[in-house]
């Protein structure tokens, strides 16, 4: 039985690779009222709130459907932008 065992926590394990792409839910207001409607927006990444520089790809998505103000979309920057410290994103 010991044989068994170790035989099978012997075995070969691969880990998936982790994929830099996530999901962001995010809420607009057009005019001081909840969005609804298709909106182009672009999406960029930096490492300071103020007089920052851009860390990663611009990403633009058009149309980005928006109802109640509400909206979900994929967004990917690249490698080596999420790596510690602390990012800000911003939205147009």
Known sequence: M???????????YHAAAIGTEFTYQGRLVD??????????LRFTVWDSAVAGLQVGATVV???????????TVPLDFGAGVFTGPDRWLKIE
């Open 2 to 12: 010991a044989i068994s065992l170790l035989g099978l926590l012997g075995g070969v």
């Open 31 to 40: 005019a001081g009222s909840p969005a609804s409607g298709n909106y182009d």
């Open 61 to 71: 998505l058009a149309p980005v459907s928006v109802s109640g103000g509400l909206f």
